[in-house]
């Protein structure tokens, strides 16, 4: 949706808009972070965030429960054991132009209110593209060592590093008695093919690139596996530590190699925008002579003090910025434009390429988002065309390179039946994409369906992929979901099949067995309603509790004139177009005697309210800010109280109840006294602070 767009939606429009995009958004961390799977480039991933930032800039009261922003990477795969994070393992914001980074620079200057003379000087580093991890150490030796997981939980994968000889298993003196070092593991390019080249020998899949095959490495539940791998590590951070920290990002570099650890280099102690710029355009020259993909630079505030002051927005920090190398480009011509069908029957179409390599990596297969991209760029088979990749698995066409070719092929046409169960695709008016209609008749619809219902956030039953669900599908073995939990008396049946075997049939139905207790959110989203993601489900699941209640509910929400409509509607993030979608499935009949008959085979969780977080003497506190503060901007000072769980506001009311009053005050400060605000000079709000 192109920005200006946003200016004419309506507010359900609007809510049903971010409510997709953060599904999006989310569908892609998991692909990216968890399952090593991207399926768009980095620049698209991160222009899809822009899009969700601006329109929830527009309509902040519109924020999905699942806001990307205050999450970092993707909810946690299974198989490892979850450790907490002393301190969050947080991301970086992306700068893309020069203009960014100055801007970097300026805000930063603004928040600490600190002079234009006064030096302000940064650390330069090369970013690596691998994947982060957060190593323990109590009393010089390595106890533990976590991926970033979703910023506050990681996975344990201790057994997995402690092989690597970038890490030291103990630290050289002296050292304080427990500290969190953190860091990239990365696969060196090298290192990379040849561990490719032995893949593709023992009929293994070659993965896309260095930066998947370092997480899918690390990730490996036999650690022995992993211990074969050719993973290295680099340190740039510190999380928790017992002593107090090196006063600069300089200092701290020095300390974290006489520990023992490999730096990041070439960095560089750069003093102004200019320098950073400079640095930038180095890094790019000699990016390719590195041994291992650096997909930008980042920029660190360098003294520690100011870091702390600047501290934190949601999911990265303020000190510090990754300014990211332009995506890499090849050309190469398209040979056949393939459509997949979804869940829902959206067609998408697929770019087949002759292969090329594209930043050290061979690229066969590029997305074509939908039919007006393919008219809008006159892509036609046989077209030489430009790509782009970002540190991807599946690149994006940009554009066909000889448009005037006189030799060129036919204007592509698109299917107006669905390649695989023939029956007709509609696109309905104003919608991007095309749907099969062959609902429950169509065999990719249903297989995706059932691939959906036993994915890693729904049931989570592994062992079916692709090729077996289809061959259930077409053997009659499993048409819907329900026939998934009496396939045990198949068994034996299976068995014999070509390619199954005992011990793999037997672990299907252990595994099958393994999920007939479910939880209520888990359930809803399994159920693949159509705008109903994980998130969605989960309000839906903590607003009605069980099963049953939420059953009753939606069948009564029917008449939209019923308290039970209204209801509905009036939950945070659930609009009328949601609503519509969650009506509409339950009016169908085959949908409810489905869930009647998952019923009797699963068990339903009810659903289980979170532990409340701790407090703090401003947690669910409502405060003003009036004034000149001279020890913090008024951006620090709002921060700071944001941090500390209270609400700023723009005016004082009888629900404020802080006024924090600094020099000049105006009449803010009146209104507070006459309606008995409590009114703080910047003295007592420190106080506060320190408190
Ligand atoms: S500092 C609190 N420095 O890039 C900030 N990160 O896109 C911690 N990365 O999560 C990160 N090179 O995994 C930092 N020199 C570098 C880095 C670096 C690569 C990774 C890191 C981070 C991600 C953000």
């Known amino acids: 949706m192109p920005r200006d767009l946003f200016s004419i939606l309506s507010e359900s429009e ?39 930032r601006d329109l929830r800039a527009r309509f902040p009261h519109l924020k999905p429960a699942d806001d990307p922003e205050e999450r970092v990477g993707a909810p946690l795969a299974s198989g490892f054991a979850k450790v907490a994070h002393d301190l969050p393992m947080l991301s970086l914001a992306n700068a893309f132009t020069e203009t960014d980074v100055t801007e970097f620079v300026a805000r930063i200057r603004r928040f600490l209110n600190w002079p234009d003379e006064s030096p302000l000087s940064f650390m330069a580093e090369p970013k690596i593209d691998g994947l982060s991890c957060s190593l323990r150490y109590e009393k010089g030796a390595l106890v533990g060592a976590a991926t970033r997981g979703d910023g506050r939980m990681g996975e344990n ?36 093919i040849g561990l490719n080249r032995a893949r593709e020998i023992e009929g293994e899949l070659p993965f896309a690139n260095p930066r998947n095959a370092a997480a899918g490495s690390v990730r490996q539940l036999d650690p022995t596996i992993s211990a074969k791998r050719p993973l290295r590590f680099f340190a740039y951070a510190l999380g928790a530590c017992s002593e107090a920290m090196p006063e600069s990002q300089h200092a701290l570099r020095a300390q974290i190699a006489a520990w023992g650890f490999r730096l ?52 990265s920090p303020r000190w510090a910025i990754a300014h990211k190398f332009e995506a890499e480009q090849a050309e190469t011509r398209l040979t056949a434009i393939g459509i997949q069908v979804g869940r829902t029957g959206a067609l998408t179409p697929v770019a087949e390429l002759e292969p090329v390599t594209v930043g050290g990596v ?50 592509f046409v698109f299917p107006t039946h669905c390649p695989d169960c023939g029956s007709l695709a509609l696109r309905e008016e104003g919608m991007a994409v095309r749907r099969c209609t062959g609902g429950l008749i169509c065999p990719a619809q249903a297989v995706e369906r059932l691939r959906h219902f036993v994915s890693r956030l729904a049931f989570n039953i592994e062992g079916l992929g692709e090729e077996r669900v289809r061959e259930l599908w077409q053997d009659n ?92 509607e009036s939950i945070d993030q659930i609009g009328p177009l949601i609503a519509r979608d969650l009506i509409g499935f339950f009016q169908e009949a085959h949908n409810t005697d489905i869930l009647d008959a998952l019923e009797q085979r699963v068990t339903i969780q009810p659903y289980e309210k979170p532990t409340v977080e701790s407090t703090s003497p401003l947690t669910g506190k409502t405060i003003v800010f009036t004034g000149t503060l001279t020890g913090m901007s008024r951006a620090e000072a709002k921060a700071k109280a944001e941090s500390l769980g209270a609400k700023v506001a723009a005016s004082v009311s009888p629900k404020t109840d802080y006024l924090v009053a600094g020099a000049d005050a105006g009449s803010k400060a009146d209104k507070a006294r006459i309606l008995g605000v409590e009114v703080l000079d910047e003295a007592a709000w420190l106080g506060i602070l320190e408190s």
């Not at 999006?24 to 972070?33: G, K, N, S």
């Not at 000889?165 to 990365?186: C, V």
Request: charged fraction near 25%; charge should be negative; include cysteine.
């Open 157 to 192: 994968i201790t057994a997995n590093v402690c092989t690597m000889a970038d890490i030291p298993t103990q630290l050289n003196a002296p050292f304080p008695d427990r500290l969190d070092i953190r860091g990239e593991i990365y696969i060196n390019r090298a290192d990379f």
């Open 362 to 411: 061979v690229v066969s297969r590029a997305t074509l988002h939908n039919e007006d991209e393919i008219a809008r760029k006159d892509i036609r088979v046989g077209d030489f065309v430009r790509i782009q990749r970002a540190g991807d698995v599946i690149p994006q066409i940009i554009g066909v390179i000889d448009a005037q070719s006189p030799t060129r092929g036919d204007p």
């Open 14 to 52: 609007a809510a049903a808009a971010l409510q997709d995009m953060a599904r999006e958004i989310a569908r892609h961390d998991v692909l990216y972070h968890q399952k090593d799977v991207p399926e768009i480039s980095d620049a698209a991933y991160d222009a899809l965030l822009q899009k969700y």
């Open 264 to 315: 990041n280099e070439p960095a560089r102690l750069c003093m102004n925008p200019d320098d950073l710029l400079d640095f930038y355009h180095f890094m790019g020259s000699q990016r390719h002579s590195l041994p291992f993909d650096i997909d930008g630079v980042v920029y660190k505030v360098n003294d520690r003090v100011a870091q702390e002051r600047l501290g934190f927005v949601s999911r």
């Open 477 to 568: 073995l499993v048409r819907s979901p329900v026939d998934l939990f009496d396939l045990q008396r198949h068994a034996a049946a299976l068995q014999k099949r070509e390619g199954w075997g005992e011990k793999s049939v037997t672990k299907l139905l252990a595994a099958i067995e393994g999920r007939r207790v479910i939880a209520l959110d888990r359930f809803i989203y399994a159920l693949g309603i159509p705008q109903i993601g994980e998130a969605t489900a989960k309000l839906l699941a903590r607003h009605y509790g069980t099963c049953g209640t939420w059953r009753t509910a939606m069948h009564a929400a029917d008449n939209p004139e019923s308290p039970a409509r209204r209801e509905l």
